[in-house]
């Protein structure tokens, strides 16, 4: 996974919160970083093949949540016919459907996974230089920790980012064209996943910081950062990490007592009439045991580390 820029002491981030579809104020005040994050999103080939990959799997015994058959304690009320080695597959629907409906455009397929990202016989031939789906949260985890490195916050991921989409008419990042979920273009070169470093770096020399695939961040989703609001100078939160997990439960599932963590930065299926989601204030609540053909990640060194070594630490 390639090693990127390093932000340094001295910058601080106003963390921006969202009503709706806007972002809103005020922001929470981030004080100042010290942290390397990875130029472009984790790889097929470094997480599904290779001496990589089998090294991790050997240090680690990680096998992806998609592989693994649901334990019906975690899902309570689900039939046990769905409890099966599955994830989230986008496929969209031939007409126009409901927004309100979800059901219309993901499909829960038997042996999706990271290896296999449409399901079974899909071969990942020509995809190495994609970045890694079907990815849950514990996976993300497993593989930081064997690189050594850790899943970015949502303060660090936010200040990484940058803000153009479109300049001139040229896409620079991998989005949903025209009307989702049943009509989309190749304005942007893609129907689904593209290539890590197809679109222009943003500023810091960091692709694909919108669109393309979610990623995963370390922190457990909240409504809003206001208990940051009235903080600043050397009250300022550095780099926060966050609620703690039990604030993270989606109210409308009481009984169900799955955390979610954000994901941050859009993916290739955020349109402009449904959740345009590809900007840097955007954010997302993911269940930590659901995986999607949408969500991958990458990773952060951070501390005196990032400054000294400023490496690939495969």
Not at 26 to 48: D, K, M, T, Y
Not at 158 to 169: I, K, N
Not at 181 to 190: A, H, R, S, V
Not at 266 to 277: I, K, L, T
Request: glycine share 8%; with cysteine; proline share 9%.
């Amino acid at each position: 996974m390639a090693s990127g820029p390093v932000f340094e002491d001295g910058e601080a981030l106003c963390l921006r919160y969202e009503v709706g579809m806007e972002t809103s104020h005020p922001c929470a005040l981030v004080a100042g970083f010290n942290f390397e994050l990875n130029r472009h999103h984790s790889l097929q080939a470094e997480i599904q093949a290779g001496a990589t990959s089998t090294r991790m799997l050997a240090a680690t015994g990680n096998v992806t949540f998609a592989e693994i058959t649901p334990a019906p304690a975690d899902y309570p009320g689900a039939l046990p016919e769905l409890l099966y080695p599955a994830s989230l597959v986008f496929e969209p629907p031939r007409w126009p459907v409901s927004l309100h409906d979800i059901s219309q455009w993901w499909d829960y397929r038997r042996d999706a996974n990271g290896k296999q990202p449409l399901g079974k016989g899909f071969e990942l031939a020509g995809l190495e230089d994609h970045p890694v789906v079907h990815i849950a949260c514990k996976d993300a985890r497993a593989y930081a920790n064997w690189a050594g490195k850790d899943p970015p916050t949502e303060a660090e991921r936010e200040f990484a980012s940058g803000d153009e989409l479109l300049p001139g008419g040229i896409a620079q990042a991998n989005t949903w064209q025209r009307a989702f979920p049943n009509e989309n273009t190749p304005l942007d070169g893609y129907l689904r996943t593209s290539p890590v470093r197809t679109y222009p770096a943003n500023p810091h020399g960091i692709y694909d910081l919108i669109g393309n695939v979610w990623e995963w961040t370390g922190d457990f989703y909240s409504q809003s950062h206001q208990e940051h609001t009235e903080k600043e100078g050397c009250c300022a939160p550095r780099n926060p990490l966050g609620d703690p997990q039990e604030k993270s439960y989606d109210p409308a599932m009481s009984g169900i007592g799955i955390a979610r963590k954000v994901l941050k930065g859009g993916s290739h299926v955020c349109s402009p009439n449904y959740r345009c989601h590809y900007r840097p204030a955007a954010r997302h609540a993911q269940p930590i045991g659901t995986s999607t053909s949408h969500v991958g990640f990458r990773c952060v060194v951070r501390g005196a580390s990032a400054i000294v070594n400023n490496t690939n630490l495969h």
